[in-house]
């Protein structure tokens, strides 16, 4: 069973940049869409990004659009999750996941069934 381990988290202000990154344990990402998903205070965890394993294709949650970009390194078998132009309501707890069915992602929680522990994003404003 793969494990998931994020990192790259922590404060950053309003219009900052980050890098979050997933590595695995157990297994190898790129035979996995791999999702990114975030989970705000007092909210339900939502879909930000994800990257199909078939053909590496992406797809964004509209809140995201233009400002992040979730990418693959197999040599270093991470994926990626570049936060660009950062607003406060990007604060939350970042969390990978893999989903071991498919080979096309979709943001949706459900078909992810390995996941991280998560990693803290505040955004100051």
């Known amino acids: 069973q793969v494990q998931l381990i994020e990192s790259g988290g922590g404060l950053v202000q309003a219009g900052g940049s980050l890098r979050l990154s997933c590595a695995a344990s157990?297994?190898?990402?790129?035979?996995?869409?791999i999702g990114w998903f975030r989970q705000a205070p007092g909210k339900e965890r939502e879909g930000v990004a994800c990257?199909?394993?078939?053909?590496?294709?992406?797809h964004y949650a509209d809140s995201v659009k233009g400002r992040f970009t979730i990418s693959r390194d197999n040599a270093k078998n991470t994926v990626s999750l570049q936060m660009n132009s950062l607003k406060p309501e990007d604060t939350a707890f970042y969390y990978c996941?893999?989903?071991?069915?498919?080979?096309?992602?979709?943001?949706?929680?459900?078909?992810?069934?390995?996941w991280g522990q998560g990693t803290q994003v505040p955004v100051a404003s």
């Open positions: 157990g297994g190898t990402l790129a035979s996995y869409p």
């Open positions: 990257i199909s394993s078939r053909d590496s294709s992406t």
């Open positions: 996941a893999a989903d071991p069915d498919w080979q096309l992602c979709v943001l949706s929680i459900s078909t992810y069934k390995y």
